[in-house]
């Protein structure tokens, strides 16, 4: 079974930033899509962002345009998600998985914890 370890979380003031990392061990990063969820208090889990296997194409969720970048390092098997100008409407556990539409698994990792506030 694939795992997924999320890391980079923290708590941060409005206008801060952070970058997320996620690593699959066992899993061969390089031949799927990844993407970016997170997952509010009460709220639904969506998708934050999506990169391609060599990372030519992106895609991000509105609320998050402009502000994210999402970049993978498949020669270190490394995902990576900039926040940049973080609202505390960001605040959420983050989590990874494969795909780019949809989650390929249909499991997640612990996931990483980011808080927005002053």
């Known amino acids: 079974q694939v795992q997924f370890v999320e890391s980079g979380g923290g708590l941060v003031q409005p206008g801060g930033s952070l970058r997320l990392s996620c690593v699959v061990p066992?899993?061969?990063?390089?031949?799927?899509?990844m993407s970016w969820y997170r997952q509010a208090p009460g709220k639904e889990r969506e998708l934050v962002a999506a990169?391609?296997?060599?990372?030519?194409?992106?895609k991000y969720a509105d609320s998050v345009k402009g502000r994210f970048s999402i970049s993978r390092d498949n020669a270190k098997n490394v995902l990576y998600l900039q926040m940049n100008s973080l609202k505390p409407e960001d605040t959420a556990v983050y989590y990874c998985?494969?795909?780019?539409?949809?989650?390929?698994?249909?499991?997640w990792g612990q996931g990483t914890q980011v808080t927005v506030s002053s």
């Open positions: 990169i391609a296997l060599t990372g030519g194409n992106t």
């Open positions: 066992g899993f061969t990063f390089s031949s799927y899509p």
């Open positions: 998985n494969a795909g780019y539409t949809f989650p390929v698994y249909n499991y």
